[in-house]
C-alpha cells in the first residue's frame, strides 16, 4: 500500500509545485505590498489584490487537485501503460485505496496550508495596519459567498474549510464510481459519457440531500457543518467500498 501512494504522488506532483509556486509568488506580493506601505506609499490596491488573488487561488486549487485525480484514475483505466496497473498482485481496494488516500491527504495539506497562510496573514495585515475596511469587507464577502451563516473567527471558518474538503472528498469519490461505471460497464455503449455525468449528478444531488438531513432545523452553524464533514466522509467510504467492487470484478486480470 505504501508503495502504491508514492506511486500516486509521484504522477501527481508537478500540479501542485505549480500551485504551491504560484501561491510564493503571490505572497511575495502581498508582503511586499504590507512592509512598502509607508515607505513607497499607498499600496492597498496591491494587498487587497493579492489576497483575492490567494483565496481564489486556495479554492481553485483545491478543486484542482481533486480534479487531477480524477483524470489521472480515467487515463489508469483507458491507456495501456495505466492499465498495467491493474496485472499487479494488488487487489483493486488497495490500488483504488491508495489513489483515494492520495487525494485526502493532499486536500488536508492544501487546505491547512492555505488555512494557516490566510491566518497567518491576516493577523499581520492587523498587527501592522490595523483592520483594512476594504480588504476585510472582500473576506467577508469571500467566506459568505460559501456560507451566509458562518461567523467570522478562527473557528467558525476553520469548520467552514473541513466541511468544504470533506464534501468535495466526497463529490472525487462520486466522480471515482462514475468514471469507473462508464469505462468498466458502458465502455463503447451509446452515450456512455452522458449516462456517466447523469449518474454524478444523482450521486451528488443524494450527498447535499443526506447532509441536509442529518442537520435538525435550528442547529449552530459550526454543528451543522461538521455533521455535514461527517456525512461526507461517511458518503466518501461507501463510494470507496462500491467503486472497488466494481473495479475488482470488471478490471482485474
Known amino acids: 500500500m505504501g508503495k502504491l501512494l508514492k506511486y500516486e504522488f509521484r504522477k501527481t506532483w508537478a500540479v501542485k509545485l505549480i500551485i504551491l509556486g504560484l501561491a510564493a509568488i503571490l505572497e511575495i506580493a502581498f508582503l511586499a505590498g504590507v512592509f512598502l506601505r ?26 484542482i487537485i ?7 484514475l480515467h487515463r ?30 493532499s486536500l488536508t ?6 488555512f494557516l497562510l490566510g491566518l ?22 469571500f467566506v459568505r459567498m460559501m456560507n451566509r451563516e458562518i461567523e467570522l473567527n478562527t473557528r467558525g471558518v476553520l469548520c467552514l474549510v473541513v466541511e468544504m474538503l470533506a464534501s468535495w472528498l466526497a463529490t472525487v469519490s462520486i466522480a471515482y464510481l462514475a468514471d469507473i461505471i462508464s469505462s468498466a460497464l458502458l465502455n463503447g455503449k451509446k452515450f456512455n459519457g452522458l449516462v456517466a455525468f447523469l449518474f454524478f449528478i ?12 442529518f442537520v435538525p432545523g435550528g442547529m449552530p452553524v459550526i454543528s451543522m ?22 473495479m475488482d470484478r470488471y478490471l482485474s486480470v
Open 225 to 246: 457543518l461538521l455533521v455535514q464533514a461527517v456525512v461526507a466522509l461517511i458518503y466518501s467510504a461507501v463510494m470507496y467500498v462500491i467503486s472497488a467492487i466494481v
Open 66 to 72: 481533486g480534479i487531477q485525480s480524477v483524470m489521472t
Open 109 to 114: 495539506l492544501a487546505g491547512a496550508f492555505f
Open 202 to 213: 444523482l450521486l451528488t444531488m443524494a450527498l447535499n440531500w443526506l447532509q441536509h438531513l
Open 120 to 141: 497567518l496573514d491576516v493577523t499581520l495585515l492587523l498587527s501592522k495596519l490595523g483592520q483594512l475596511e476594504v480588504l476585510w469587507k472582500y473576506f467577508q464577502d
Open 38 to 63: 509607508n515607505s513607497q506609499g499607498n499600496t492597498d490596491n496591491l494587498i487587497g489584490t493579492t489576497a483575492a488573488l490567494l483565496a481564489f487561488l486556495a479554492l481553485g486549487g483545491v478543486m
Open 76 to 105: 489508469d483505466m483507458n491507456t495501456r501503460q495505466g492499465y498495467m496497473l491493474y496485472m499487479t498482485p494488488k487487489s483493486s481496494f488497495q490500488i483504488l485505496g491508495a489513489k483515494m488516500a492520495e487525494n485526502g491527504l
